[in-house]
Nanobody, 115 residues
Framework: QVQLVESGGGLVQPGGSLRLSCAASETLLSFYVMGWYRQAPGKQRELVAVIRSGGTATYGDSVKGRFSISRENAKNMVYLQMDSLVPEDTAVYYC?????????WGQGTQVTVSP
């Protein structure tokens, strides 16, 4: 069982920045896709950003140009740099790793954007 631990969430003012981290208990090389999703109260979980083993990334429309996903294979870490945050970014952010036959989710970290 792979363990994923997210960190870096918190309260930030509009226009501010946060960097989320996801630590995996297994090498990232075992997975095809690494990504971040979020779920706001009363809404469905949605894609924020994913990065594939080849390095290509895909972003949700609402975060394009503001968020950036990256990974550090040597440390089994996935990051999400979030800039120009707006109140609509408030949600619980989840890390996800997916391989050919399995996928894992973290427990989530709360991000709140408020004056």
């Amino acid at each position: 069982q792979v363990q994923l631990v997210e960190s870096g969430g918190g309260l930030v003012q509009p226009g501010g920045s946060l960097r989320l981290s996801c630590a995996a208990s297994e090498t990232l090389l075992s997975f095809y896709v690494m990504g971040w999703y979020r779920q706001a109260p009363g809404k469905q979980r949605e894609l924020v950003a994913v990065i594939r083993s080849g390095g290509t990334a895909t972003y949700g429309d609402s975060v394009k140009g503001r968020f950036s996903i990256s990974r550090e294979n040597a440390k089994n870490m996935v990051y999400l740099q979030m800039d120009s945050l707006v109140p609509e970014d408030t949600a619980v952010y989840y890390c996800k790793l997916a391989g050919p036959t399995r996928e894992y989710w973290g427990q989530g970290t709360q991000v709140t954007v408020s004056p």
